[in-house]
């Protein structure tokens, strides 16, 4: 009776220590969903006003005596201070009070600095309107931006906000007229980085990124499938094998930077491949990689039956026939997902691409692999870093664009994984 009662409680105290421990698994999953979703709050609450931009509609007089444009002169020819004059003068006619110079100055700083572009833009796209009145939108200024986005509250003293009263007052004025209104920014998917908020695109950081994969995968697939295949199917057991197998796997585990270091000595200092490309940072990208392919790549090859080599060779395979028309097929749907895998974690790298100069301030798009190019985890961190308040929202939207691709790179290795994924 006393043996049934201690085997009972024993019983009872191992089901209370496995409820305990499902208890504990269901605790950190709700905590790790609940950080989730925390985080794409912030960034999506944050990041979806920088894909929004403020306008300002403006009654522009393309007077040919104010630009300067002569019989053979171009619009490109015209200094970019005759537009502004342009803009300044449209502002002019609708607030034909305001003539301190002080506060025609904080009048001007209503518009971006870079409407001198799009007045540029408009006329060069539509040549006609050169001695016309037409109405053109321009993008306001990063400030006006936030405070109609409501980041910028008026409710507060005017010493601790960056708009004024008048300006504030000359807006109310504006939207009253219906020339005030926020879209969807379609400057940040079609330009370039700026030093204004407001014009800063996104566009030459996701070319940059594109062209560094392309390099980066050029160059680590093809390496990486032949290395692991000699590994795994030629290459005789020895010490030397065991030496670069070991060697393989730690290099996987090896910081990102550390590979930033290589690439800046190798291809920067020796083959003088020029800073901040893209054909720099994809071939430093591929040498951070190239490790990950070649151990998915081996996992993917021992996943393969010793039967199907056995049959193989029994109809007269050589060992390449083996390889190239049996095995390597097979092991195919695993090499993609391990690849995918390796580039989205490539794609998603800032350190290593830090220390090859592709920090710099590039406002250009890239025109080919060795033109100054940027990255987008590394135009995310030069936003970041920036000081103005416009590039805060500008961040996470590029945070948002980055997650957005790697989610997506990871849902195509689950599919091709759960698509030609044979269980033997």
């Known amino acids: ?35 989730l979703v925390v985080l794409f709050t ?13 306008h300002v509609r403006l009654t522009v007089t393309f007077d040919s005596a104010v630009l300067g444009i002569q019989e053979g002169t171009t619009v490109y020819d015209v200094g970019l201070s005759s537009y502004n004059a342009l803009a ?76 004024s009263d008048k300006q504030i007052a000359w807006l109310s004025a504006l939207q009253q007229q219906d020339a005030v209104k926020t879209t969807f920014n379609t400057a940040f998917f079609t330009e370039g980085n700026s030093r204004q908020p407001e014009r800063a695109g996104f566009l030459g950081a996701i070319m940059g990124s594109a ?67 893209a054909l720099v940072g994809g071939m430093t990208l591929a040498m951070m990689t190239l490790p990950v392919i070649i151990i998915a790549t081996r ?36 090499i993609m997902t391990g690849t995918i895998l390796g580039m989205a974690r490539a794609i998603g790298e800032t350190a ?16 080919g692999l060795t033109s100054p190019a940027t990255v987008m985890p590394v135009q995310i961190y030069l936003w970041a870093n920036s000081p103005e308040l416009g590039f805060a929202e500008k961040t996470s939207a590029g945070i948002l664009v980055l997650l957005v691709l790697l989610l997506a790179m990871n849902a195509l290795a689950i599919w091709l994984r759960k698509r030609f994924e044979i269980r033997w």
């Open 352 to 367: 290593p691409l830090l220390m090859i100069g592709m920090v710099a301030f590039v406002a250009d798009l890239p025109t």
């Open 42 to 54: 912030s960034l999506i609450s944050t990041g979806y006003q920088g894909f929004l931009q403020s």
């Open 88 to 163: 300044q003068n449209a502002l002019k006619s609708v607030f034909p009070e305001v003539t301190d110079t002080g506060d025609q100055r904080a009048l001007f700083s209503i518009i971006s600095m870079n409407t001198n572009q799009t007045l540029r833009a408009a006329l060069h796209d539509n040549p006609v309107l050169l001695g016309q009145t037409a109405h053109v939108w321009v993008p306001a200024s990063s400030t006006v931006d936030l405070f109609l986005k409501g980041k910028i509250s008026g409710d507060v003293p005017e010493s601790e906000r960056k708009i």
């Open 1 to 35: 009776m006393s043996r049934h009662i201690d085997n009972m409680e024993w019983h009872n105290k191992r089901m209370r220590a496995e409820t305990r421990f499902r208890w504990y698994g269901r605790m950190a999953l709700a905590s790790a969903v609940a950080m």
């Open 299 to 334: 996992s993917s090859l021992k996943s393969i039956p010793g039967t199907i080599r056995d049959a193989a060779r029994a109809v007269g395979a050589s060992p390449l026939q083996v390889v190239w028309h049996h095995t390597l097929p097979l092991a195919m749907p695993g």
């Open 211 to 277: 062209l560094t994969m392309i390099i980066c995968l050029a160059v680590v697939f093809p390496l990486g499938v032949m290395t692991a295949v000699y590994l795994e199917e030629f290459a005789r057991k020895s010490r030397w094998v065991d030496i670069i197998e070991v060697n393989i796997n730690n290099l996987a585990a090896v910081p990102s930077i550390v590979f930033g270091l290589l690439g800046m000595a190798v291809y920067i200092n020796v083959m003088h491949i020029p800073r901040s490309s």
